[in-house]
């Protein structure tokens, strides 16, 4: 009876020792990520191989600013039933390449589509400085690389 008791109050106690750290853990990534989410009025979000470049605060601002106008002249080409289509998938977070297949794009707005990105990506590649223009074509090599070396490989 007395053992019983004894491993019974051991467990506890190891249990509630592995426990502390995580809610430890818990409680400062909770409270750290509110007190950034009060500091920063408007997130700006790095996506893809921009978030390792290093971009400055004032770089991180025009690139937004090239999102925001990408989106807006994306949402003029659409029709309202595509633009409500990308909304809700966009709010599912439906995988983009599946959800711009569904859209059914007119040839017209696939053309136009096409030079929009094409302007996106020569605005942001102008606001990069030389060495993080080197650095990013680096990464879209190594990603080529990779995908020809998956291709072969699942042949």
Aim: charged share 30%.
């Amino acid at each position: 009876m007395k053992l019983s008791k004894l491993f019974l109050i051991a467990g506890a106690a190891a249990l509630s020792l592995t426990a502390i750290p995580f809610a430890v853990k818990a409680e400062t990534t909770s409270s750290s990520s509110l007190i950034l989410a009060q500091t920063t009025e408007t997130p700006v979000r790095e996506k893809g191989p921009f978030q390792r470049l290093g971009l400055t605060d004032a770089q991180k601002n025009q690139m937004e600013e090239i999102r925001r106008n990408t989106r807006a002249e994306i949402d003029r080409i659409l029709t309202p039933e595509q633009r409500q289509q990308l909304e809700t998938a966009r709010q599912n977070r439906q995988g983009k390449r599946q959800v711009w297949r569904n859209l059914n794009l007119t040839e017209e707005q696939r053309t136009q589509m096409q030079q929009i990105m094409q302007s996106k990506r020569s605005q942001m590649e102008a606001v990069l400085t030389p060495e993080q223009k080197q650095q990013l074509q680096e990464f879209r090599d190594n990603m080529r690389s990779r995908r020809q070396k998956f291709n072969r490989s699942n042949r």
